[in-house]
């Protein structure tokens, strides 16, 4: 049994319309517990597209993920929703926090699906959380009410709430200040470190990038360098 | 999962739109309001008509007609037995309008399971003596508690009281219009001159209305042995048997019955008033077809708000979907959304239905021809409140199947990317 926490084997993708485009030619790579992987590219070399299959959101691919070691090419969209739930967090560039919540509301969603615990430790959990990234005074405002970097971090503690096996981040600090982006990266750097958390983050930013354990390149749909 | 998330953040979405929320479950409250209201009216003033004959009439009625007699004695004779008769100018032969044997028929009825009673009636026509002028009119001689009992006599005896008639020997009440034609009121005495010429006094005590003017301006009612002194016959003379059942369906069969057990005519009130039965009908068809189309008008806007609030909510569709909510989830919440909306909605309409029924309920509404009701008509089944609640949540419920179920379709990928 190896530990791989996520395999990519030979995912191709294709676009149909307006033609029919191979946006993903046979990406295969595999990621370890702990890891902190940056997807690098140009825009528009499939590296979004990829992730969201990783991620698995998008089920129109061939080839097949491994997430934990359990072939998702097959499962059921509502099997596939469980695992999202479950074992991947997701941080996004704008970041999506529901706006008729509050923040601590919004990251305990999550758990709340998941109802592995009772509400109040999973309230517990997500001010935890809220701590960790020293955003806990904002538990009770709504979340119409921060400002874009707050967001982030909320969006981040949404995704740690359920100890999930790996975290993914779709331009996370694609759409902050330098100061912020800075800040962003130093949680997940001090996440990696401190609680061994595997994160995967697609990013074009490529100082961002040159700061993870290991920089995936892609190029036209291929990995060029890992 | 949590059984209570799903419903809380049905509500959370609920309350963040809360003026759309309103303006759907008004458009709700409204038809259901409307459906009960015009229900609750159309069946009061339904029965109110229908009341106004059926109340009254008996559901079976024994008596002798005249007409030709069946059993002609040429036909009967046995010597012409095999031949065709042409018999002309055959003559009715009813010069005897009296039941026969009327004591034990009564008794015999009385003991059947599936009467719920029995009241006597002789009818005569008589001449109203005032000064000049002699008007023509019908005495009725019933058993005035009978009649009270079963056809709800008193509520249209107006002006005196009914039960007089009973207490009082040599007394009579007048139709409201022939009082008026006569000069005569409660306490004055009348002069009749019976169809064989006998001229008698009797006391007025008491005032009919019976909400056909055509009838107050002839009939009249008396006791029966009043009326038995009238034509000079015995106690035990009835021409008329009237039988109320407990189940008014079972009416034509027992008529039939009847008619071949006691060799009497006998008719049964659905013969008697088959057009009741039709307009009530019809009646009650429209307004359930009005009802029903403003509940699904309703449901069009509720349809339309949630279409709307879904394209408003993709985002948070994807999000929901994103970090682990299944189609199957995000259609519940906007099911849920759709029958909350239907359920206070709902809910709100009983209440005010009810109160706009009351209010018409107590709207005066005095006509000369129903001196009974004082105000609006307004039936109260609680069965329009069982059929507006539960259509109102069957139709929230379509409402809201076609968005909740693109909203389960949406896609997050192309929400998250098309940012």
Same mark, same amino acid.
């Given at each position: 049994?190896?530990?791989?926490?996520?395999?990519?084997?030979?995912?191709?993708?294709?676009?149909?319309?307006?033609?029919?485009?191979?946006?993903?030619?046979?990406?295969?790579?595999?990621?370890?517990?702990?890891?902190?992987?940056?997807?690098?590219?140009?825009?528009?070399?499939?590296?979004?597209?990829?992730?969201?299959?990783?991620?698995?959101?998008?089920?129109?691919?061939?080839?097949?993920?491994?997430?934990?070691?359990?072939?998702?090419?097959?499962?059921?969209?509502?099997?596939?929703?469980?695992?999202?739930?479950?074992?991947?967090?997701?941080?996004?560039?704008?970041?999506?926090?529901?706006?008729?919540?509050?923040?601590?509301?919004?990251?305990?969603?999550?758990?709340?699906?998941?109802?592995?615990?009772?509400?109040?430790?999973?309230?517990?959990?997500?001010?935890?959380?809220?701590?960790?990234?020293?955003?806990?005074?904002?538990?009770?405002?709504?979340?119409?009410?921060?400002?874009?970097?707050?967001?982030?971090?909320?969006?981040?503690?949404?995704?740690?709430?359920?100890?999930?096996?790996?975290?993914?981040?779709?331009?996370?600090?694609?759409?902050?200040?330098?100061?912020?982006?800075?800040?962003?990266?130093?949680?997940?750097?001090?996440?990696?470190?401190?609680?061994?958390?595997?994160?995967?983050?697609?990013?074009?930013?490529?100082?961002?990038?040159?700061?993870?354990?290991?920089?995936?390149?892609?190029?036209?749909?291929?990995?060029?360098?890992? | 999962?949590?059984?209570?998330?799903?419903?809380?953040?049905?509500?959370?979405?609920?309350?963040?739109?809360?003026?759309?929320?309103?303006?759907?479950?008004?458009?709700?409250?409204?038809?259901?309001?409307?459906?009960?209201?015009?229900?609750?009216?159309?069946?009061?003033?339904?029965?109110?008509?229908?009341?106004?004959?059926?109340?009254?009439?008996?559901?079976?009625?024994?008596?002798?007609?005249?007409?030709?007699?069946?059993?002609?004695?040429?036909?009967?004779?046995?010597?012409?037995?095999?031949?065709?008769?042409?018999?002309?100018?055959?003559?009715?032969?009813?010069?005897?309008?009296?039941?026969?044997?009327?004591?034990?028929?009564? %008794?015999?009825?009385?003991? $059947?399971?599936?009467? +719920?009673?029995?009241?006597? /009636?002789?009818?005569? =026509?008589? !001449?109203?003596? #005032?000064?000049?002028?002699?008007?023509?009119?019908?005495?009725?001689?019933?058993?005035?508690?009978?009649?009270?009992?079963?056809?709800?006599?008193?509520?249209?005896?107006?002006?005196?009281?009914?039960?007089?008639?009973?207490?009082?020997?040599?007394?009579?009440?007048?139709?409201?219009?022939?009082?008026?034609?006569?000069?005569?009121?409660?306490?004055?005495?009348?002069?009749?001159?019976?169809?064989?010429?006998?001229?008698?006094?009797?006391?007025?005590?008491?005032?009919?209305?019976?909400?056909?003017?055509?009838?107050?301006?002839?009939?009249?009612?008396?006791?029966?042995?009043?009326?038995?002194?009238?034509?000079?016959?015995?106690?035990?003379?009835?021409?008329?048997? %009237?039988?109320?059942?407990? $189940?008014?369906?079972? +009416?034509?069969?027992?008529? /039939?019955?009847?008619? =071949?057990? !006691?060799?009497? #005519?006998?008719?049964?009130?659905?013969?008697?008033?088959?057009?009741?039965?039709?307009?009530?009908?019809?009646?009650?068809?429209?307004?359930?077809?009005?009802?029903?189309?403003?509940?699904?008008?309703?449901?069009?806007?509720?349809?339309?708000?949630?279409?709307?609030?879904?394209?408003?909510?993709?985002?948070?569709?994807?999000?929901?979907?994103?970090?682990?909510?299944?189609?199957?989830?995000?259609?519940?919440?906007?099911?849920?959304?759709?029958?909350?909306?239907?359920?206070?909605?709902?809910?709100?309409?009983?209440?005010?239905?009810?109160?706009?029924?009351?209010?018409?309920?107590?709207?005066?509404?005095?006509?000369?021809?129903?001196?009974?009701?004082?105000?609006?008509?307004?039936?109260?089944?609680?069965?329009?409140?069982?059929?507006?609640?539960?259509?109102?949540?069957?139709?929230?419920?379509?409402?809201?199947?076609?968005?909740?179920?693109?909203?389960?379709?949406?896609?997050?990928?192309?929400?998250?990317?098309?940012?």
């Amino acid at each position: 049994m190896n530990n791989f926490i996520l395999e990519a084997q030979q995912i191709t993708k294709y676009f149909h319309d307006p033609l029919t485009v191979k946006v993903l030619d046979g990406v295969s790579f595999t990621i370890n517990k702990g890891e902190f992987v940056a997807i690098t590219g140009k825009s528009g070399c499939g590296k979004s597209t990829l992730l969201y299959i990783l991620s698995t959101m998008d089920t129109d691919y061939e080839g097949d993920v491994l997430i934990d070691g359990v072939a998702m090419k097959k499962r059921r969209e509502v099997q596939l929703a469980k695992t999202r739930n479950e074992k991947i967090g997701f941080v996004f560039q704008f970041h999506y926090l529901l706006s008729e919540f509050s923040v601590v509301r919004n990251v305990m969603l999550p758990g709340m699906k998941l109802n592995s615990l009772p509400e109040e430790q999973v309230e517990a959990r997500a001010i935890e959380r809220l701590r960790m990234l020293d955003i806990e005074n904002l538990a009770n405002k709504k979340a119409n009410q921060l400002s874009g970097g707050e967001k982030q971090r909320v969006a981040i503690a949404r995704a740690m709430i359920n100890d999930p096996d790996i975290i993914m981040g779709d331009e996370p600090t694609g759409n902050l200040d330098k100061k912020n982006s800075e800040l962003v990266f130093d949680i997940f750097k001090q996440l990696n470190k401190e609680i061994n958390q595997t994160l995967l983050i697609v990013t074009h930013d490529q100082t961002f990038a040159n700061r993870a354990d290991r920089i995936i390149e892609m190029e036209d749909g291929r990995i060029v360098r890992q | 999962m949590n059984y209570k998330l799903i419903p809380g953040i049905a509500k959370s979405m609920l309350l963040a739109r809360w003026r759309q929320t309103m303006v759907a479950a008004i458009g709700v409250t409204f038809s259901i309001t409307m459906f009960i209201t015009l229900l609750s009216f159309m069946t009061g003033l339904n029965k109110l008509l229908d009341g106004l004959i059926l109340n009254r009439a008996p559901h079976i009625r024994l008596f002798n007609e005249i007409k030709p007699n069946l059993h002609q004695p040429v036909n009967v004779a046995a010597g012409y037995k095999n031949h065709y008769n042409f018999i002309q100018s055959i003559k009715s032969s009813g010069s005897r309008q009296e039941l026969y044997n009327s004591g034990a028929i009564i %008794q015999s009825i009385k003991q $059947d399971p599936r009467v +719920a009673g029995i009241a006597p /009636k002789i009818s005569t =026509q008589v !001449f109203f003596n #005032d000064g000049a002028a002699d008007v023509v009119g019908v005495v009725f001689g019933i058993d005035v508690q009978a009649e009270i009992d079963l056809f709800h006599f008193n509520d249209y005896v107006t002006s005196g009281n009914a039960i007089d008639l009973k207490n009082t020997a040599n007394s009579i009440v007048l139709g409201k219009g022939l009082a008026d034609k006569l000069l005569v009121n409660v306490g004055d005495v009348v002069h009749l001159t019976t169809a064989k010429g006998e001229t008698f006094l009797l006391k007025v005590v008491g005032l009919f209305q019976s909400g056909i003017a055509e009838f107050d301006k002839t009939q009249t009612f008396a006791s029966l042995a009043t009326t038995q002194k009238l034509l000079n016959k015995p106690p035990n003379y009835v021409t008329d048997l %009237q039988v109320k059942l407990y $189940d008014l369906k079972q +009416a034509p069969a027992v008529a /039939k019955e009847y008619s =071949q057990l !006691f060799g009497a #005519d006998a008719e049964d009130i659905q013969t008697a008033n088959a057009q009741f039965e039709t307009g009530t009908f019809i009646r009650t068809l429209i307004s359930y077809t009005v009802g029903v189309t403003l509940l699904i008008v309703a449901g069009f806007g509720i349809y339309n708000i949630l279409n709307m609030m879904i394209y408003e909510k993709m985002d948070s569709i994807a999000i929901l979907k994103a970090i682990g909510f299944s189609g199957k989830d995000v259609k519940r919440i906007f099911l849920l959304i759709s029958m909350i909306i239907g359920f206070v909605g709902g809910i709100a309409g009983l209440f005010f239905g009810f109160l706009l029924s009351s209010i018409i309920d107590s709207i005066p509404f005095i006509t000369a021809a129903l001196p009974t009701v004082k105000t609006y008509p307004i039936n109260y089944d609680p069965r329009f409140y069982l059929i507006g609640a539960v259509f109102s949540l069957i139709t929230t419920y379509f409402a809201g199947l076609f968005p909740a179920r693109k909203a389960s379709k949406v896609d997050p990928v192309i929400i998250i990317r098309g940012k």
